[in-house]
């Protein structure tokens, strides 16, 4: 047994893939997975999906929201409009009332039908339209029957017909319709998700055997990801929503179908100089494993980073998003190698990499594209920048300043047709009034004020303030905006409100409701945009000096991500405007695309540069470059069209935002796959040559006079082949 050999068994690779070893992974990765799965099923039922774990905690909305509890049980009014463009009939009028009467008896799923008030006409003489308000009672479970309370109600007024048009809108309608959007999404994007990585690992393997390791190697990672984060939702105070347990699914199968390909790729390589398999990925995982563990690490802390968010959804994706990497990342580096090594060669079948079978390094489409850049390389980086900013020209066309609920939906619900129907005959702000909650001996200093600021309906506070909600000496206002609920407009007018009420000695004022809520949502993720983008640069950095042991490497690199974010933000923006047709982006668009594009992006530039450092200290840096090029080429591409492919099912939800991230997201991992890497940071290194370690000492022992065990993660001198595997 040579020197290499025995320092390799006493490490942690022969604790994953030995004769033994192996069998005890397996066993206590199937052991986990019995126990963690029925708790995984549970996430959904975890999940808190109110107005709270959304706002910002310490914003004036959120304050109010948690105030009026003490008024009332929190609630939501769902709006039944009622509209004929020729005028109400009689029989309209019969049935208006009848349905009201019948809402006042319904109990069911929160529904307050006592509390039911209306109806109300348009104020035409010839009434076209009317409005039926029905609270519905938001308590810990309220969101999750949000859905079946506006089906009760739908079951009672009726769809309308022979002219007369019925629709649930307001907050409630509008929730319900989030709600089914929502509905399913772990399944949807968990069997989308799967069915993209099927394909691509087929296309990539050619094996119909070999993708079943690594989509069990997932489907382990997730569930025990998912199992973990329920435990901390229930015990630990986790917030979980929607969109973080949905980008969980997504970020699980892409990172770690993403590891499983790089380790299989260099457990190929290794297959074909020795002939024991325990050996062949013991050397795979000790050489591969610096650039897949910095690269879990990059996004682990990236997704870390999100706790420093203002917007309580922001910051709970953060330790959801890191968990289920970091899951990933265990279960690639222990499981997925044991399985590995457990089925043998056989599982590359057809394609069986042989003892002493050709190395594709020296041939191929990536070996010939890394000598023609070598030729004129600063042309060739200079032209891809140049080409990368002007895309990057396409940002003047985004409009990062949220989505109306109207422009939320890739098709039309009922309740965006409602909130059409009743903009056109009642104020535009019914149904989502304004919540003002004042100090006693103020409030009716606070109404007037109120009632005084432009884009307030003044009767819809139904002065004396005498008559509304007391509780320990606060006042509970409501007031109705002529804006719509979602608009500018009606932003325009909190922020006035809120001066006037503000503006008042002693009251102690603060102005909340759905609008409100909006324009803090605003503020919150300008702040975040501002105070995270930094920051995951900043980790990003420290990551890459850590694992380059260089300054000028990492530095170039983290420009051609930002310069990658930049081009992959432009051609978005100008394809949701002329080509999709969307109205806008949510204020959070911009940092969610590059927390995932620079820190799932740079594992690409991680993989590359680790495996040029590598050959650099055996050959030198120019030909280390064309080297690790060619041999980390294929299966990074492989990796990228698995990742862009996970996150572009995020477009089968009918959700604009998240097909909007789904889109940009995969169309920015493309870019960083097929040029930034493949081209920019190719002739990029290869122009700069050896001054790129700096000031590492390989930066002057080029040439392939610096030890290859200077190198992080490199091998020792390759060892013969070994002996016969079991």
Request: proline share 6%; hydrophobic share 50%.
């Amino acid at each position: 047994m040579t020197q290499v050999q025995e320092r390799q068994r006493r490490g942690i690779a022969h604790l994953v893939c030995g004769r033994r070893a192996k069998w005890l992974v397996v066993a206590l990765w199937l052991v986990l997975l019995v126990f963690t799965a029925p708790f995984a099923l549970k996430l959904t039922d975890a999940q808190d999906n109110d107005a709270a774990s959304w706002l910002p905690g310490s914003a004036e909305s959120t304050q109010v929201l948690e105030i009026s509890e003490d008024f009332r049980p929190e609630q939501i009014p769902a709006v039944v409009v009622y509209a004929r463009e020729g005028g109400l009939t009689a029989q309209d009028r019969a049935q208006i009332a009848e349905d009201v009467r019948a809402l006042k008896e319904l109990r069911d799923h929160g529904i307050r039908g006592a509390e039911t008030r209306g109806p109300v006409f348009d104020r035409d003489a010839d009434p076209r339209a009317a409005q039926i308000q029905v609270p519905i009672t938001m308590d810990e479970k309220g969101w999750e029957r949000i859905a079946p309370a506006v089906d009760s109600i739908r079951a009672d007024v009726g769809t309308g017909g022979g002219g007369l048009a019925v629709h649930i809108t307001g907050p409630g309608g509008t929730s319900a319709d989030f709600s089914e959007a929502f509905e399913g999404i772990d399944s949807t994007l968990l069997f989308s998700a799967m069915a993209v990585v099927i394909v691509m690992l087929l296309l990539t393997y050619r094996s119909p055997t070999l993708l079943i390791v690594p989509l069990l190697g997932v489907v382990v990672a997730l569930f025990t990801a998912q199992a973990l984060i329920y435990f901390l939702a229930e015990h630990a105070g986790l917030t979980v929503n929607g969109q973080s347990a949905g980008i969980l699914t997504v970020l699980v199968f892409g990172a770690g179908t993403d590891y499983a390909l790089l380790l299989v790729a260099r457990y190929r390589e290794e297959l074909r100089r020795h002939e024991d398999r325990h050996e062949a990925m013991a050397l795979a995982l000790h050489r591969a494993g610096p650039a897949v563990i910095a690269s879990g690490a990059t996004v682990v802390l990236s997704m870390l980073v999100l706790l420093a968010a203002e917007m309580n959804s922001t910051s709970g994706l953060g330790p959801v998003a890191a968990i289920g990497v970091a899951v990933a990342l265990i279960a690639m580096l222990t499981l997925f190698p044991a399985l590995l090594v457990i089925f043998g060669r056989w599982i590359f079948w057809p394609v069986i990499p042989h003892l002493g079978s050709p190395d594709p390094t020296e041939r191929g489409v990536w070996a010939r594209m890394g000598r023609a850049i070598a030729i004129r390389p600063r042309v060739i980086w200079g032209v891809t920048a140049a080409v990368l900013a002007l895309l990057s020209l396409g940002l003047i066309q985004m409009r990062a300043e949220g989505i109306s609920n109207a422009d939320a939906f890739t098709d039309k619900p009922d309740s965006v047709v409602g909130q059409e129907v009743s903009a056109r005959y009642f104020p535009a702000g019914s149904g989502d009034p304004l919540v003002i909650v004042s100090d006693r001996p103020q409030a009716e200093q606070v109404g007037r004020a109120v009632a005084a600021t432009p884009g307030v309906v003044p009767e819809s506070l139904g002065l004396p303030p005498g008559t509304k909600p007391v509780h320990e000496g606060r006042v509970l206002f409501e007031a109705t905006m002529t804006a719509p609920a979602d608009s500018e407009a009606a932003k325009e007018t909190v922020e006035r409100v809120r001066d006037a009420v503000h503006a008042v000695p002693d009251a102690d004022a603060q102005v909340g409701g759905g609008t409100a809520a909006l324009l803090d949502m605003d503020r919150a993720t300008t702040h975040d945009n501002v105070l995270i983008i930094p920051l995951v640069l900043v980790v990003v950095l420290l990551i890459l000096c850590a694992l380059l042991r260089a300054l000028i490497a990492p530095l170039l690199l983290i420009g051609t991500v930002v310069l990658s974010f930049a081009a992959a933000l432009g051609i978005s923006a100008l394809t949701f405007r002329y080509l999709f047709d969307y109205a806008g982006e949510t204020t959070d668009f911009p940092l969610f695309v590059f927390v995932f594009l620079v820190a799932l992006g740079i594992d690409y530039n991680i993989f590359l540069t680790t495996r040029i450092r590598e050959e650099a200290a055996r050959q030198g840096t120019r030909p280390g470059v064309v080297t690790g090029l060619a041999a980390t080429g294929a299966v990074i591409t492989s990796a990228g069209l698995v990742l862009a492919g996970t996150f572009a099912a995020l477009g089968t939800l009918p959700m604009v935002a998240f097909a909007e991230i789904g889109f940009a997201v995969a169309l920015g991992v493309l870019l960083d796959t097929f040029i930034v890497r493949s081209v920019l940071v190719t002739a990029l290194f290869l122009d700069v040559g050896p001054k790129v370690w700096w000031p590492h000492r390989l930066a002057h022992e080029d040439g392939g006079t610096a030890r290859p065990t200077a190198v992080a993660g490199a091998p020792e001198p390759e060892s013969r082949p070994s002996g016969p595997s079991e």
